[in-house]
């Protein structure tokens, strides 16, 4: 298959059934993402027998960022710890800055120094970045410029992020149930081209007028490795993959549109392909969600539909992603803001950075079976009715960042 990556490998597994024996939790069943990885950035530091379990080494930098990213990242952190406690692992942390801290600190949004950690680790949790303290429309520099110059940085040119629905929160979802009820969508977003890394700039016109571009640029190349990705994904899930454009409108989706049919008539006769306007995905996301499976589009489409389908499981708070490149180390974040108005409040919801890292120790680590743990962690407490702010109906009774976090670790098995 010319072209294809073969250092990842993403797919849906079959039905796995948790629980331990003899406990007293309902054995759950859960779909799991896992990315088979002919390399391992951990691999040269393990495995190393101890008894029946091996340990493995590995450096995980930690980006805390602005705004709630330092609380989110500070209780993934301590479920990290467990997990290294739990299973013999040593994980080496070391906390650098990016976003609008950084500019503080540095006048840059992602220094040097954080770039070499970034470089030489083997995967990176990300909280969150900016806030209105740096939104100055006339500012040198913006907190969002970190992100973008790390995804290059990184050559992390895949944006995963897995739609599902959480069967205990359909109910918080502003979507009836009946329509949302199996969501099961993963998106593939393409994260170093197009209109975010295109050339850009304010021109002054004679008439006193001030004229502003973004282009959105993309090469055959770019779109047919993250095509390839997303139609191996589709392979081992339910074979089906829609490409989102705007092809009536725009060149660059015309690019997109061409590349991804000849790849797909090429190279993946057999998966059910279709291509989907930009606007009417929109629109579908909201009226027949459980239509799709896997789902590629570029970078700013899938920047937009992405938050978009967030809400279908009732909160952004929910939702981790993982980007990745050909090599080197992964970044894992939660989907969500900075969320200035709830910063430093103890409020914010940090289970979607607990499930990016368990997203981190699959894939860039290869744990599987520790990152299982945190997601059945997680949906233990769900069923167990504890919820925080941002999943109960304004008045109810919620836990705050610490505790709900107490509650995942004391259901780790």
Known sequence: MPGFIPALRLFRSEPHFCGAKGDNVPRQTIFRYHLASSFCRAAARCPRSSGDRSTLQAKIVLLPGDGIGPEVIRQARRVLEAVEANYGHQFEFSEHSIGGIAIDQTGDPLPDATIAACKTSDAILLGAV???????????????????????????????????????????????????????ILFFRELTGGLYFGPSGLEELPDGQQRAYSTAVYTTSEVERIVRMAANAALKRRNKLTMVDKANVLEASRLWRRVSARIMKEEFPSIAYDVVLVDSMAMHLLSRPTSFDVVVTSNMFGDILTDEASMLPGSLGMLPSASLGASGPGLYEPIHGSAPDIAGKGVANPLATILAAAMLLRYSLGLEKEAATIEVAVKKVLAAGHRTADLVRRGDEFLGTVAITDHVLQSLV
């Open 130 to 184: 900016g806030g209105p303290k740096w939104d100055d429309p006339n500012a040198k520099t913006r907190p969002e410029a970190g992100l973008l110059k790390i995804r290059k940085e990184l050559g992390l040119f895949a944006n995963l992020r897995p739609i599902v629905t959480f069967e205990e929160l359909l109910d918080a979802s502003p979507l009836k149930r009946e329509i949302i009820e199996g969501t099961d």
